[in-house]
């Protein structure tokens, strides 16, 4: 029978089909968790007298509390304190292994999954965390669970889970120059809304999604969750193999091989069926931001802010005008006379080392505006040690960022990097909702080229609104050779 | 997870509808890493009353609830659960639950028993013109009975099955073990393995300063 990508990942992990309505009981991979949603499940396991039953496909990182400033010093808030802790000893008792603040695996989940190569094609990947979808860039199945379901996995390494839909969204045509693939994800979700993926596995596929780089394509996997969506995925295809080939966990020999045949295998069947089709025209697209109070409150930069008396629904006017109010935004004013206070590069959405090089490529010999504080955060520290090989932090101090240290930092403020109440910011994040920046923060989200080309002008602004050409070509820096040792 | 057949204990009149998981336990009690001491936490916001019906001596041991209808609605914190089994509830009775709450309930062990509101009221008459009367729940027969008055109760009989088996969710999965290890004997070897830890050379991070 013709079957979907995520149909055929599906299948090759059943270790029990559901009967009478009851779900299937699913086989997983690769198990990956963190400080914040881990203590109750390990708590759990020790109280039944569980132990993790395969601690060899588990792995954990500190990344959600961590603070991104002074880290060798001992962390000042008490429960991201108690909340690392409680993981260090969790790991040890229980033999996961664990990526440590100041180890140089250490850094956002989702970023250590794939630099070491342990996310692959056709697995089946979970963590604590919504944005697990990331890994689907791979072809793998990767969605956020519970925290008792954290426990579930640790304990039995397998998931019951109720049958999902499928949705095809089709990219064709060539993105312009200064749109990104954040263009294209802030563009779906406008389009679908932000409930639109709800009980769907989505599946990105056309032309403007094969050119991309792996970086791009877990960018756009990333944000599927923002669409409602369980999972995103894109079939493997030989920038994937790329990608992977030499990594430290990547298979060797006659393992690569076999691995690599069967991941040609992953794609969905020409005449494969999916619940529901998206088209889109990556023509069409120029850099997107966000206005509103959640990621499908967006509009082209080149807009103005919404006038909800214009909106005919009642539902979305009222809607709209929550969020201007929140946002402290003039309905009808032009998006790029929006000046900001604060610039965020970083988080598993555009924190890897492709994003810091298309910044830096763009804030070279530049300074940036007065008004504005830029905080630079790579998404691990190999990011960032990589990033300092390159010479990138030195372009971004010398621009008036502030170079940190790996986590999730300010795409949800658990540690000290916070938004004050009203203080706007462009962030390269994934999630605009109401505090999640910290408390009365107002976020736009905006691709690390917007976010670049914000901080030197100090209000949202596309590459095109500089005086350089840009080239977009950001695959290499400076036309130089890319120095990209395995490992980022 | 403990079987449950029978359960007898002080049963407890709470005479209000709607009760919300933020009344069951507010969030300030969900930045804690363990996942039982909550008992401190179980209705704080009316603890602090004398007159709330858990202060008072007869009812204080108590640990069948017999609540007004709509319990558990509002967000889907499994903290709910742990708080009132904390407390050393076993059984709670409502004309109607929200359904979050009865599932993650019958996932932990807490018996959720759905009696109409005549009977809950008759109930609470009981237990409130003599305190401290002992509450008999019997899963089998689903009665649940104070003094000489037996109410039915509805419980599905998935859960029900459950609770008497004394299966969690990671139980019932375990039921079937023998399947998973056969197909742990399928997986190929390319597979990846996060031990042994393979990685890069490890090199000292430099920690970054304010600036
Ligand atoms: S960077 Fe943000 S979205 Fe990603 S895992 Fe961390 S908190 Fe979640």
């Known amino acids: 029978m013709a079957g979907t990508l995520a149909e055929k990942v599906w299948e090759a992990h059943l270790v029990r089909r559901g009967e009478n309505g009851s779900p299937d009981l699913l086989y997983i991979d690769l198990h990956l968790v963190h400080e914040v949603t881990s203590p109750q499940a390990f708590e759990g396991l020790r109280l039944a007298g569980r132990p993790v039953r395969r601690p060899d496909l588990t792995i954990a990182t500190e990344d959600h509390n961590t ?4 880290i060798d010093l001992p962390i000042a808030d008490l429960t991201s304190r108690t909340q690392i802790d409680t993981l260090r000893a969790n790991a040890k008792e229980f033999g996961v292994r664990l990526h440590s603040l100041g180890d140089a695996d250490q850094g956002i989940v989702h970023q250590v999954g794939p630099q070491l190569g342990l996310t692959m094609p056709g697995l089946t990947v979970v963590c604590g965390d919504s944005h697990t979808s990331t890994h689907g860039a791979f072809g793998a199945l990767a969605f956020g669970i519970g925290t008792s379901e954290v426990e579930h996995v640790l304990a039995t390494q397998t998931l019951p889970l109720a ?3 499928t949705m095809a969204i089709t990219v064709d045509g060539e993105l312009p120059a200064g749109a990104t693939s954040k263009d294209i994800i802030l563009a779906i979700i406008a389009k679908i809304g932000t409930g639109g993926g709800q009980g769907y596995v989505l599946e990105y596929r056309g032309e403007a999604i094969r050119t991309l780089s792996m970086e791009a394509r877990m960018t756009i996997c990333n944000m599927s969750i923002e669409a409602g969506a369980r999972a995103g995925m894109i079939a493997p295809d030989e920038t994937t193999f790329e990608y992977l080939k030499g990594r430290p966990h990547a298979p060797e020999g006659e393992d690569w091989d076999a691995a690599v045949e069967y991941w040609k295998t992953l794609r969905s069947d020409d005449d494969a069926e999916f619940d529901a089709e998206v088209v889109l025209d990556a023509a069409d697209l120029e850099p997107f931001v966000t206005w509103g109070t959640n990621p499908g409150q967006g509009l082209p930069l080149s807009a103005s802010v919404p006038v909800p008396s214009e909106i005919a629904d009642e539902n979305e006017r009222v809607t709209a005008e929550r969020a201007l109010e929140y946002m402290g935004l003039e309905p009808g004013k032009p998006l790029r006379e929006v000046a900001v206070d604060t610039v965020f590069i970083g988080s598993c959405t555009n924190g890897r080392i492709e994003d810091l090089r298309s910044v830096a490529k763009v804030v070279k010999g530049r300074k940036k505006a007065d008004s504005v504080r830029v905080l630079v955060v790579p998404s691990s520290a190999r990011v960032r040690l990589q990033a300092e090989a390159e010479g990138l932090d030195v372009i971004f101090k010398d621009f008036g960022a502030e170079w940190r240290n790996a986590g999730c930092s300010m795409c949800l403020g658990m540690n000290p990097d916070q938004l004050a109440p009203g203080e706007r910011s462009a962030s390269t994040s994934n999630r605009n909702f109401e505090g999640r920046q910290g408390k009365g923060g107002r976020t736009h989200l905006v691709s690390p080229l917007v976010a670049a080309a ?4 100090g209000t949202l602004s596309s590459v095109s609104d500089l005086d350089l050409p840009y080239d977009v070509d950001i695959t290499t820096f400076d036309g130089s050779p890319l120095p990209v040792p395995a490992g980022i | 997870m403990e079987k449950i057949h029978t359960h007898t204990g002080v049963g407890v009149p709470l005479r209000r509808s709607n009760v919300d998981t933020d009344q069951i336990i507010p969030a300030v009690y969900l930045k804690r890493v363990t996942r039982t001491g909550f008992e401190d936490a179980l209705f704080a916001a009316w603890r602090g009353d004398p007159s709330f019906v858990l202060n008072q001596d007869a009812y204080r041991n ?17 903290h709910a659960v742990w708080a009132l089994k904390d407390y050393g509830f076993r059984v709670v009775l409502s004309s109607r639950f929200a359904d979050i709450f009865r599932g993650n309930s019958g996932k932990q062990g807490l018996v959720t028993g759905i009696v109409s509101p005549e009977d809950i009221e008759l109930l609470w008459k009981i237990l409130e013109t003599k305190p401290g009367t002992e509450v008999t729940v019997d899963l089998e027969a689903k009665t649940a009975t104070a003094d000489d008055v037996t109410v039915p109760f ?14 969690d969710d990671i139980g019932l999965t375990l039921t079937n073990e023998a399947d998973i290890t056969a197909f742990e004997a399928t997986r190929e070897s390319w597979r990846p393995k996060t031990l042994p830890a393979k990685h890069l050379p490890s090199v000292p991070i430099e920690a970054a300063r304010p600036v």
Not at chain 2, 62 to 77: E, N
Request: hydrophobic share 35%.
């Open chain 1, 163 to 165: 049958p999902f839909r």
């Open chain 1, 67 to 70: 603070p991104t400033l002074d």
């Open chain 2, 62 to 78: 108590g640990s069948v609830l017999v609540a007004g209808p709509d319990f558990g609605t509002g967000s889907s914190r499994e």
């Open chain 1, 454 to 457: 914000t901080a030197i002008r």
């Open chain 2, 154 to 167: 509805q419980i599905d009989d998935y859960t029900r099955w459950r609770l008497m088996e004394g299966l």
